[in-house]
């Protein structure tokens, strides 16, 4: 059974473009959630999708965005970057809901902005 | 702020000691996770939990809801258990409803 597919790996962009980070979760998993992680802050919940809906979502500008497609696939939006988005970016699949089951991780993205 | 404190933050231990990681947490939770993370990003969930203990291997993990605590053990130890451990919470009312993290515990098994 695949795991938790996460595209690209690496990715360096500059200040002010904006990027789609990609997340494949695992076959007949419906919750997709998206976590940041930095050196200085840690893990932070991004957001979560669930059935193509977004259930919920963490404390972050609204420029990182999200949507779920009808295949579970997510992706991940951040406009207008900035120097402070550099980071580990990590999405999580689970069965049922992120309250109700375990979670799955991939190995992420690492985004470099300069 | 509802916070996931972690201790200790770095651990040094001798192959074969028995390790323990503490976990506390501020309001009530509908489940905690363990998780590890080995250089490079990958994170592994190790266990999820709403009440009690479960084992796999020898990894043990426990929980106490009226302490708000819960604890991760390692027996006979291993340098391949060398990794970053993980405590996160799911809050059970309010808030972003998603996964709140510790800050981890940085542990290396010595041979």
């Known amino acids: 059974k695949a795991g938790v597919t996460q595209t690209p790996r690496y990715l360096i962009k500059t200040r002010g473009q904006q990027v789609t980070l990609s997340c494949s979760p695992i076959?007949?998993?419906?919750?997709v959630s998206w976590y940041q992680q930095t050196p200085g802050q840690g893990l932070q919940f991004l957001f979560e999708?669930?059935?193509?809906?977004?259930?919920n979502k963490g404390n972050f500008p609204g420029r990182f965005s999200g949507r779920q497609f009808s295949n579970s696939r997510s992706e991940m939006n951040v406009s207008t970057l900035e120097l402070g988005d550099s980071a580990l970016y990590l999405c999580?699949?689970?069965?049922?809901?992120?309250?109700?089951?375990?979670?799955?991780f991939g190995q992420g993205t690492r985004l470099t902005v300069v | 702020k509802n916070e996931v404190e972690q201790s200790p933050q770095n651990l040094t231990a001798q192959e074969g000691e028995f390790i323990t990681i503490n976990c506390s947490y501020s309001?009530?939770?509908?489940?905690l996770h363990w998780l590890q993370q080995h250089p490079g990003g990958g994170i592994v969930s190790l266990f999820m939990?709403?009440?009690g203990k479960k084992k796999h291997g020898r990894l043990i993990a426990t929980i106490n809801i009226q302490e708000k605590h819960s604890s991760l053990h390692i027996t006979a130890s291993h340098p391949r258990d060398s990794a970053v451990y993980i405590c996160?919470?799911?809050?059970?009312?309010?808030?972003?409803?998603?996964?709140?993290f510790g800050k981890g515990t940085h542990l290396i098994i010595q041979p």
């Open positions: 999708y669930f059935s193509e809906t977004q259930r």
């Open positions: 996160a919470v799911m809050y059970s009312g309010g808030g972003a409803d998603g996964l709140t």
């Open positions: 999580a699949s689970s069965r049922l809901a992120l309250k109700n089951t375990e979670a799955f």
């Open positions: 309001v009530g939770i509908s489940a």
């Open positions: 939990l709403s009440s």
């Open positions: 076959s007949g998993h419906r919750s």
